[in-house]
């Protein structure tokens, strides 16, 4: 919260609602001319916003990605600060129904929004196993990942795998048995994450939410990004860092044009501390990183930024171009068996 330095009149985003945790705190500093713009694409979180939130007229609440954020009129204006707090919300985990977990049964759904895109178990039933392998490598880090999909390939040709604990229960059987006396995680948390990641796209947002946020940002507004994985870490770290600092010149090369840093990281990456782990444990794995805009004050609300981005929005919407950026499509694409990367198969059983 200190990160995002709330002034009283200023107008604040927060992209990730979940349950209203940090909105709470944004909103307790806010004074009687502040604003706070909610989002969430999950509907049941829009729904707790709606109740808790809702009758205060400094709250705006908006259903969808923060993608999409530009679209949005109440950010027009522009913003003083933006929270992404990334990954699922514990309600999400918690919910049998909303089947995220491996450790209660439920439909296997994994989508944060359950209007848009795949489930889990519809994306299971037509991947092709080399490509839910590369999904379980790429986004859970699963060295079984190859015997994994291979498991996955065989059971569903003799039944679909429609629930959380079907799936769970068949990654385990194909997983080593821990050493004795070594405490594992449950043979299924990297295949869940990973299939979770990918059925929300999550990185691919992460990557279009940066852009889109830091294009509305004004000049001296905060951006505060709190990660649970280094997948997302790293996409955040490498953000800063390449509107921040200079790129490294390359001596054999033409200078090219002088660059003009748009951001200035707020001090390292700062992870929870004993009180905070105390109090939510799933707080052991966040990274918290801070940039904040730069450009004079005064020089207006409008950024040519985010003229852009809302452009690209419309686009997007009217299915002209994908929300995956060139960055991120690398993690999506699934190289063909004799294009795989040689370091990555080296290390794959
Ligand atoms: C970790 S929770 C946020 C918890 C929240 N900060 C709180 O204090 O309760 C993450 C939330 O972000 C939402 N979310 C994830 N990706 C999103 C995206 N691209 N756009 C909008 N919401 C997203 C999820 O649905 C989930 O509710």
């Not at 385990?172 to 449950?186: D, F, N, Q, T």
């Not at 852009?211 to 770290?237: C, M, N, Q």
């Amino acid at each position: 919260m200190d990160g995002l330095r709330v002034m009283e009149d200023g107008t604040y985003l927060d992209g990730t609602f979940g349950r209203g945790g940090h909105a709470r705190g944004v909103l307790q500093r806010l004074g009687t001319g502040g604003r706070l713009l909610l989002m969430d694409k999950d509907p049941e979180a829009i729904a707790v916003a709606e109740h808790g939130f809702g009758a205060d007229p400094r709250v705006s609440i908006h259903r969808g990605s923060f993608t999409d954020l530009a679209h949005w009129d109440a950010v027009r204006d522009g913003l003083d600060g933006v929270l992404f707090d990334l990954g699922v919300s514990s309600p999400q985990l918690d919910v049998a129904e909303r089947g995220f977990s491996f450790g209660k049964d439920g439909p296997l759904d994994m989508r944060m929004d359950p209007d848009a895109g795949e489930s889990a178990a519809q994306w299971l039933a037509r991947a092709g196993e080399a490509e839910i392998a590369d999904v379980l490598w790429t986004f859970g880090e699963e060295r079984m990942s190859r015997r994994i999909a291979r498991a996955i390939v065989a059971r569903r040709a003799e039944q679909p795998l429609t629930r959380t604990a079907q799936l769970a229960e068949l990654i385990a059987s194909v997983m080593p048995r821990p050493k004795a006396g070594r405490h594992e995680i449950h043979p299924a948390t990297r295949s869940f994450q990973a299939i979770r990641i990918h059925v929300n796209r999550e990185l691919a947002d992460l990557e279009a939410g940066l852009d889109a946020a830091h294009a509305a940002l004004r000049p001296g507004g905060r951006l505060a990004v709190i990660s649970f994985h280094s997948l997302e870490d790293r996409i955040v770290k490498r953000f800063i860092a390449r509107h921040a600092k200079a790129p490294a010149g390359n001596r054999r090369l033409p200078e090219t044009d002088a660059f003009e840093p748009t951001l200035r990281a707020i001090g390292a990456a700062r992870k929870g501390d004993a009180a905070e782990i105390a109090a939510n444990p799933r707080a052991r794995s966040a990274v918290l990183r801070v940039a904040e805009k730069l450009g004079a004050p005064g020089l207006g609300t409008r950024d040519p930024g985010l003229e852009e981005q809302r452009r690209e929005g419309q686009q997007r919407q009217q299915g002209r171009i994908g929300v995956c950026s060139s960055r991120v499509a690398s993690l999506f694409r699934v190289p063909s068996p004799a294009s795989r990367v040689p370091p990555t198969t080296e290390r794959r059983p």
